[in-house]
């Protein structure tokens, strides 16, 4: 799932691609009888009036909350979206085809005929990449170019805020930014320590609580900051708090840097994927030796979730 590093991405790719654009067409296939009568996209009766609100809108600029994208518009509202398991706009061309009643993009899609492999398709045609095959939202923009959203389990939302306090109301549950200016380690944790018994990692992932982690950053931040993601929030000590932020704000600002975490299906909106996955040091390295200490990485169930740790040089505080 994107988290706070990709999803920063793609609002930096929205503001370097589509600002002022002028928003000409909207176009929808999500259809699902579970969100008939709210007011999201996947109900296509609230499709047709969202698309009626923002034909002939300016986009002003993009914003990241939390995981949430706002897409501000000329007209006073908002495109707010949660990309969620598997959603992620692309910037390009696509064209309807009528035989496969899909979008394709002008590159085509990649098959077994072509003399390339897949990564070198994903290189040099990344919208040929099969995790970017999925659109399910296309609006098209005043340049001729296209603003497209693909969505492979199709658990992302979508909808339109029209004012001020829709916004507020979306955004007020949601815990502090560890990238905000200004920001301390005891602004980040304050309300993180609130839930004394908790274990860390599940706090760090409540995002009433602290905003933007996910499964990949706990265990990155955790290990980086030589704490066991089952230590109770109670008994870790003010330097280790101190230190979980610092490696925090470096981790995420170096995953930033790197364009994200594609291991999943996460890309960028040229279609591209970031690169912060090989620079793993947890996620995804159980049975591999620890960088610090050589000790062999596990993976346990920890609450709801599975994390990683180093047993030998990860500190318990209980
Ligand atoms: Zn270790």
């Known amino acids: 799932m994107p988290e706070l590093p990709e999803v920063q991405n793609t609002v930096d790719g929205i503001n370097s691609s589509v600002m002022g654009e002028t928003i000409t067409d909207a176009w929808s296939d999500y259809d699902s009888p579970f969100y008939y009568g709210k007011n999201q996209i996947k109900d296509p009766v609230y499709f047709n009036y969202f698309k009626q609100q923002i034909i002939g809108t300016k986009i002003l600029r993009a914003e990241r909350r939390a ?3 706002l897409i501000y518009l000329d007209s006073g509202a908002t495109i707010a979206v949660h990309m969620k398991m598997t959603g992620h706009f692309l910037y390009g061309h696509w064209d309807w085809d009528n035989v496969d009643n899909k979008w394709q993009p002008e590159s085509g899609f990649w098959d077994t005929s072509w003399d390339m492999t897949k990564d070198e398709v ?11 095959n999925f659109i399910h939202v296309l609006f098209h923009l005043g340049n ?3 603003l497209a959203f693909s969505d492979m389990r199709k658990f992302a939302s979508m909808t339109l805020l029209e004012n001020e306090s829709e916004i507020q109301d979306l955004l007020h549950q949601y815990g502090p930014e560890p ?4 920001m301390t380690a005891h602004k980040l944790f304050h309300k993180l320590k609130t839930r004394p018994n908790k274990k860390i990692k599940t706090a760090l992932l409540d995002q009433s609580l602290v905003a933007g982690y996910g499964n990949i950053y706990t265990d990155e931040a955790l290990f980086a900051s030589c704490i066991h993601p089952e230590s109770r929030v109670r008994a870790i000590p003010d330097d280790a708090w101190e ?3 610092i490696e ?3 981790i995420l600002r170096s995953a930033i840097k790197h364009g994200g ?10 279609g591209t994927g970031g690169t912060f996955h090989n620079m793993h040091t947890m996620y995804q390295k159980e049975k591999t030796p620890c960088i610090r200490c050589e000790e062999i990485i596990i993976k346990k169930q920890i609450d709801a979730r599975v994390g990683r740790l180093c047993p030998n040089c990860q500190v318990l505080y209980i």
């Open 122 to 132: 994903k290189k040099t045609m990344p919208f040929s990449d099969p995790f970017n």
């Open 67 to 69: 995981k949430h994208i």
């Open 144 to 146: 001729g170019m296209h």
């Open 243 to 245: 230190k979980l932020f």
């Open 261 to 270: 975490d594609s291991m999943g299906d996460y890309r960028r909106i040229d």
């Open 248 to 250: 925090s704000k470096k």
């Open 179 to 182: 990238l905000a200016h200004g």
